[in-house]
Nanobody
Framework: QVKLVETGGGSVQAGGSTKLSCKVS????????AGWFRRAPGEEREALAS???????YYAGSVQGRFTISKDNAKNTLYLEMNSLEPEDTAIYYC?????????????????????WGQGVKVTVGI
């Protein structure tokens, strides 16, 4: 059973930074496709970033240059570092994993591509 547990989040001032973590069990992050998503109040779930087994990364235009997805194979953990945060970044953030491709994914993956999800953590960006 693949399980994802997120930590981090909370309240951040506009212009600030924060880093989310996603501990994965039941699968090796070195051999999966993984991604980060968010859902803002009243909005649809938005794909933010994806990473493959080769550490190739893909980003949505809304976060390109501000957010960084990464992984630590030794800790079996995914990360999303978020910089230059804006109030519009306020949302619940989710990590997700797909194991069926053995880590071979080469574009920004959408929600339907992922089977396993974290519980979500809230990030609130204040003015």
């Amino acid at each position: 059973q693949v399980k994802l547990v997120e930590t981090g989040g909370g309240s951040v001032q506009a212009g600030g930074s924060t880093k989310l973590s996603c501990k994965v069990s039941g699968a090796a992050v070195s051999n999966i496709c993984a991604g980060w998503f968010r859902r803002a109040p009243g909005e649809e779930r938005e794909a933010l970033a994806s990473i493959n087994k080769y550490d190739d990364t893909y980003y949505a235009g809304s976060v390109q240059g501000r957010f960084t997805i990464s992984k630590d194979n030794a800790k079996n953990t995914l990360y999303l570092e978020m910089n230059s945060l804006e109030p519009e970044d306020t949302a619940i953030y989710y990590c997700a994993a797909a194991v069926s491709w053995s880590g071979h994914c080469y574009e920004l993956q959408q929600a339907a591509d992922f089977r396993y999800w974290g519980q979500g953590v809230k990030v609130t960006v204040g003015i």
